[in-house]
């Protein structure tokens, strides 16, 4: 089993946050009671404008409750859809989720089942079978878990779709142990470029609003149709709760790893081979300031000073970026680059090369 370094989330849902939620309803019942006071004393300015030598009286208006129609309530629609695949998965250190992708096959985020060799899964229905863990990356923090079901209902994913910044998105999992939860927001940005400070793992993710929470890992994050469009994996927070800032791996990087996992075949992340900096004026993009020997770059014949800004069509800003992208291929995947060379836009192709330990 791969071995996967610990992380912070999930954290057990433990009995100290119920005086904040009590607080949080009796602050919800104060405000819900002044509003009704408000609304049940009108102001006398309006019983002074009254005309009070009017005695004709109007009938009271008969109004229909509205009639449900599909895509009305999108939220309740994509929920319905995604919730039989989106699973409660329990550890010996706390709570997490995971999607339903295959037959028996739940995707989850590798933090969740970290140290662990079967964790116990609780269905949509209730109930709980054990989960047994294949395998999976603590880098991307993406793994899988097998149970000995076929018949829970696979969740559909939007495999080979770009989101768009400001479409719907819907978070779908546990929070604080809360099962079968679901919140909304919308995708904040895609692309995002996340650990590329030089101190962790690169990666480009998907950048919700919805709100997340410890226990929403290996959840998913779904469209208005209740396509998959990632796996939850961490927030931005200095709470410890959501502030608005989630992330997810998007479903191609997420599928693409489990498919290498269930062949039992290594996993390995594309490597271009060269050293950047970001543009201080003038156009956006990574200046290439070291090409390295025998690497994908340099067969692709890339130089030093090489202005990269785009990989594959994707607007590259600069190294975070460029490095991000870069590791949502698979080794062997033929890229395009566009790059600036002696005032010259130019488009070259590069096969990409596999990352080691020595050019990590």
């Given at each position: 089993m791969t071995d996967f370094s610990p992380q912070h989330?999930?954290?057990?849902?433990?009995?100290?946050?119920?005086?904040?939620?009590?607080?949080?309803?009796?602050i919800v019942g104060s405000v819900a009671g002044v509003t009704w006071l408000a609304v049940s004393n009108p102001p006398a300015t309006t019983l002074a404008a009254e005309d009070q030598s009017t005695t004709t009286t109007s009938e009271p208006l008969e109004i229909e409750a509205p009639i449900y129609q599909e895509g009305v309530e999108p939220i309740a629609d994509a929920a319905e859809r995604i919730l039989p695949s989106v699973v409660q998965i329990r550890t010996?250190?706390?709570?997490?989720?995971?999607?339903?992708?295959?037959?028996g096959l739940i995707l989850t985020a590798a933090h969740v089942v970290a140290g662990e060799d079967t964790v116990l899964v609780r269905l949509e229905t209730g109930e709980n079978l054990e989960g047994t863990v294949?395998?999976?990356?603590?880098?991307?923090?993406?793994?899988v878990v097998r149970i000995d079901r076929t018949d829970v209902p696979i969740a559909?994913?939007?495999l080979d779709y770009k989101p768009r910044v400001g479409q719907m998105a819907i978070a779908v999992g546990s929070p604080w142990g809360l099962a079968s939860t679901v919140t909304a927001g919308i995708v904040s940005a895609v692309d995002q470029p996340l650990g590329c400070d030089g101190g962790g793992n690169c990666r480009s993710l998907l950048q919700t609003d919805a709100a997340i929470n410890p226990g929403n890992s290996g959840g998913a994050l779904v469209d208005r149709q209740g396509r998959v469009l990632g796996i939850n994996v961490s927030i931005f927070s200095l709470s410890g709760a959501n502030d608005g800032v989630g992330f997810a791996v998007p479903i191609?990087?997420?599928?693409?790893?489990?498919q290498?996992?269930?062949?039992?075949?290594?996993?390995?992340?594309?490597?271009?081979?060269?050293?950047?900096?970001?543009v201080e004026t003038g156009?956006?993009?990574?200046?290439?300031?070291e090409v390295l020997e025998g690497s994908a770059a340099d067969e692709a014949g890339l130089e030093v000073d090489d202005l990269v800004v785009s990989i594959d069509g994707v607007r590259v800003t600069g190294i975070a970026d460029l490095a991000s992208l870069v590791r949502t291929y698979q080794p062997g995947e033929v890229v395009d680059l566009v790059i600036v060379?002696?005032?010259?836009?130019?488009?070259?192709e590069v096969t990409l090369g596999v990352r080691d330990e020595e050019t990590s």
């Open positions: 989330e999930p954290r057990p849902a433990e009995k100290k946050w119920l005086p904040r939620l009590l607080l949080a309803l009796l010996t250190d706390g709570v997490g989720s995971g999607v339903v992708f295959g037959e294949v395998g999976g990356t603590s880098e991307a923090d993406i793994a559909e994913l939007a191609d990087v997420a599928y693409d790893l489990a290498t996992v269930l062949a039992g075949d290594p996993i390995e992340f594309a490597f271009l081979g060269v050293v950047g900096s970001d156009r956006a993009g990574t200046v290439i300031t060379r002696d005032g010259e836009e130019r488009t070259i």
